[in-house]
């Protein structure tokens, strides 16, 4: 692990009009950086709009919130990257991440892992962010679910292990790194476009139920 691995910023929604999801009103997408300590706690189950950090909030509750989802990161190098690709500025927080980090490979890392923050919270990666409709229009790029896809640059879902307040240049410290080889990236591409690949995740026993599902539903055929 970098020993400069950091938060550059923690982000949280502001709600906006979602024209983009036929039957949701708002969105949480756009998310913002904060000044001063955020608390961060376990939501619960999904189906009610919470997520991890206080003042955060989900509106699509089929698809987001919860446990499994508390918390979403991307990595600064990584919305880099695509600020040079798609030519325009996208500052922390642009893809609807709550933590934008620094010298942390984000989608190289596995499922299970767990992650210290600051001096008091621990986060546990569940599962890698899945392009939605409303995601390609708040960024207003034709075509953005396919190309993100093929990118397999998805980030990370985060759940709650040990509560507390983050802020931005927090310390981020990999405590914990399970024994196996299933990464973010590559149970994205499993999920998407290398079905190949989805015997293998369910050496991740971590993954969320609903995935691990899936997976066993595909796998059956």
């Known amino acids: 692990m970098d020993v400069r691995a950091r938060l550059l910023s923690v982000n949280v929604g502001r709600p906006r009009p979602n024209p983009w999801k036929r039957g949701i009103g708002l969105t949480g997408i756009d998310k913002r950086p904060v000044d001063g300590p955020v608390a961060v706690a376990a939501p619960g189950p999904k189906g009610t709009g919470a997520v991890g950090l206080a003042g955060d909030r989900v509106y699509d509750l089929r698809n987001h919130g919860g446990d499994d989802q508390a918390v979403y990161a ?4 990584d919305l880099d990257g695509w600020q040079a690709e798609l030519e325009r500025e996208l500052a922390d927080g642009s893809f609807g991440e709550n933590l934008t980090t620094i010298g942390l490979d984000v989608n190289g ?8 923050i600051g001096p008091e919270v621990v986060l546990e990666v569940s599962c890698a962010r899945i392009p ?5 229009g708040w960024l207003a ?5 396919r190309r993100f896809t093929e990118a397999a640059l998805p980030g990370a879902y985060l759940r709650v292990v040990e509560p507390g307040e983050l802020r931005a240049g927090d310390a981020v410290e990999v405590v914990h790194r399970p024994e196996h080889d299933v990464t ?3 149970s994205f591409r499993a999920v998407t476009t290398e079905p190949g690949l989805l015997p293998g995740l369910l050496a991740a026993q971590a993954l969320p139920e609903e995935v691990k ?3 066993r539903r595909r796998i059956r055929g």
């Not at 790029?141 to 679910?145: A, K, M, S, V």
């Open 109 to 116: 890392a596995l499922i299970g892992e767990r992650w210290r």
């Open 74 to 77: 991307y990595a600064r190098e």
């Open 132 to 136: 939605c409709g409303t995601f390609q």
């Open 213 to 215: 599902e899936l997976v």
């Open 184 to 186: 973010v990236a590559r």
């Open 141 to 145: 790029r034709e075509g953005w679910i």
